[in-house]
């Protein structure tokens, strides 16, 4: 677990993905710290497991309206898998809307449950062969930023979000 | 064919770019596959999946078509461009779509479906950053990967202030990607019909795969209701856990990234809810997530690929353009030489065949030097420099009977017709050979006057300014035939392949051979061979180089049986006897020659490392030396091998990593080639004249980049076999 972790943040840290980890219980406030307002965001039951965490204590838009959307500079999703050699998120498409709130905006929060590290590309696409033969699900394996060399240099932010950070929640003891 | 005035105009103006361009993203290949433990597994898993799955391709086929009509889509599969874009009109048609926006897909580029839609009246709105600068520019693109590769930044912010007139000029990298994010991303929510590619599609669920960097395919997909995915049929593989493999290379083989940003899995119709962007009432979950969508899988000449023995690799690439980065020609001349109507690079000769046809694949097939830097590049695995010989062997029958009379006695070759002046000349270069020898050193005086050099620049368009090869009187085989082995009681016991250029021209490096093999314990012999072949396969003369492939097996054969080694000291001919005889030879020919031939080095390498002492060779204390060894060689992995024996003789090594000197036989000598060829060679020279380089001595193991160093450097080079002769 402690490796697949250390691998993980390692990769984050190479990607310029910065990282910061809490508990559950913790959590509303580690977000509410992670975000740059006005921000938007998915409840997290929808995106993530059995998460019972919705985030009405923060000063995030749950389910915000198309123009909201455009307006905020943050969108705070949950991610279902980590993958630990490539530092990449595995998001989900949802009906709530989880691939807009990601994509159309500069800074993109994703929150992942530790124990949803997988420790490399072969175990992460083994679990999404898993759930796409039961659901016909889509996701997408997002590593880094959004970037761009096509205009002479390496330029983060291209279409997608410049920035992404991630929030680890832990098991709690 | 790209003519000299082309290529010269295209290294001026989009040389610079591309070799910044294209080194960048060679180098980061070699740092990244270099990060992979199980690298070779990895290109062997990719491989043996896109083997399997092109066998299978009619049944999958079939299988992806109830998949995705069964989640709710729609697969169209059209026999060529006409038939896909006349679909993809209709579907933009009942859409009433004003606007379409693209993500990057060279299959869309192949059926020109842009131009289709806007005959239409559509908007087309390319929304790849470098796909929409050349929209703008109206060009096409240069590269697979990055289709504007060949534009400077300087180039792209004088064509937005010209066509946007922003209030302030954008300048930066920076300032032009946010103007483009903010210009395409009006346009993207404004869409109705979404086009993508897409990479790999998974027959047993639907789920496509599209790599991308920007996040536009992802956008593409999102703010429109109808999705048209274009693939040509050959994309399809059976599971989503096939994929894995190629999520590993795809990225890493392209630009040297170990994963681009983006790997959308996407199986369509997707959930992600159709919002109107204006919208400040309704929350995003409300709004439902009516979606069409179209797979469109394209024939084109593909089916009649997977047919053709010798094309139907060509169906395995997965357009990572490792190709296109690690050949030397295209680092110098780019896409918009070394391709076609749509494709480029390397294996853009087998695309272009099976597609557009020969006479597309004619116009940029000559570029291929057959150095073979892209095989190890390629992460499945194609032999892209035999579907080259192959496409120029074709070529060359297509084309009407050339003037025979000139040629006469100089072509005893097995080409029934077509081949040109050019290439049946440099195709049988051993009956040149022979002659030479036979009259030097008349034949070297003769052929050096200037009404010789024009004669042979007109008729066959060498260039006047290379040094010609000069014949020896003496051949090796003469020299060893009156000379008695210096060795009782030999170790081993080997044959010394006398090659074309050794016996001939580098005799010396010849005799230096045989007597570092003696040195070490070896009885040697040097019998009379006919050349491998190399020559006329360089010409696409496939039919002349299986010729010489029969009767070299012949000729060698019985010391084979009677126990002894082969051992070759032309790079380019043991990669003859070990990678393309296989293709030339009946499988036990081929297994009896390729097991018992070894290249000199690797051969006194395998000496030392028996017991040989390296007293017996000529040593030095930490003499510095430069070394660069020949393409075929490193693709064989047997640059390593000169390197640790010239080290075990006291040398201190450094060595070129430049992709290839740029001479690879006759290329360099035609005249329409010889500045690219000067050029790619430039790159070499800046190495060896580096600090800490520039005063050192300087070793390569082939002839041409003997020829070329020579050339380019005022230190004469030797082969590093001299060094080793007491």
Known sequence: ?173 | MATADEIRELMRTEGAAIAENTQGFNTGRYDSVGDLEDYEDLKRAARGIKEDAIEELPELLDQLTETVEANGGTVYIADDAADANEYIRDVADERAADRVVKSKSMTSEEIEVNEALEADGVDVVETDLGEWVLQIADEAPSHIVAPAIHKSRESIAELFNEQFDPDEPLETAAELTHFAREKLGEQIIDAEVGITGANFIAADTGTMALVTSEGNARKTVAATDTHVAVAGVEKVIPTVEDLHPFIELIGRSGTGQDITSYVSLLTPPVDTPVVDFTDDETPLSEFDSDRDFHLVLIDNGRLEMRDDEQLRETLYCIRCSACSNSCANFQSVGGHAFGGETYSGGIATGWEAGIEGLDVAEKFNDLCTGCTRCVNACPVGIDIPWINTVVRDRINRDKEAPGEWLVDGLTPDEEDDGAPLQKRFFGNFETVAKLGSATAPVSNWLADTTLARQTMSRVLGIDPRRDLPAFERETLVDWAGDRDSQVTNPERRAVLYPDLYTNHVQVERGKAAVRVLESLGVDVVVPPAPSSGRAPLSQGMVATATDHAERVTKALEPHIADGRDVVVIEPSDHAMFTREYERLLDESSFTDIAANSYEVFEYVFGLLDNGASVDSLSTVTGAEIAYHSHCQQRTLGLEAHTVAVLEECGYDVVTSDVECCGMAGSFGYKSDYYELSMDVGDRLRTQLEDDGVQDRPVVASGTSCLEQIDALLERQPRHPIELLAT
């Open chain 1, 1 to 173: 677990m402690e490796s697949k972790r250390a691998s993980f943040e390692g990769a984050l840290e190479a990607l310029g993905v910065t990282v910061s980890s809490t508990s559950e219980s913790e959590l509303e406030a580690a977000v509410t710290e992670a975000v740059t307002e006005p921000a938007v965001g998915v409840a997290l039951d929808e995106t993530v497991g059995d998460g019972t965490f919705s985030l009405v204590e923060t000063p995030i838009t749950v389910d915000p309206t198309p123009a909201a959307l455009r307006e905020a500079t943050t969108g705070v999703t949950g991610a279902e898998l980590g993958v630990g050699d490539y530092g990449s998120l595995v998001l989900s498409m949802t009906e709530q809307a989880s691939e807009l709130v990601s994509l159309f905006v500069e800074r993109h929060v994703a929150i992942l449950y530790e124990e949803d590290i997988q420790p490399d590309m072969d175990a992460a696409v083994a679990e999404l062969d898993e759930r796409f033969t039961e659901t016909n699900g889509s996701a997408i394996i997002a590593t880094g930023p959004s970037a761009t060399a096509d205009m002479g240099a390496l330029v983060k932010g291209a279409h997608g979000p410049k920035e992404v950070h991630v929030i680890i929640v832990e098991e709690e003891d």
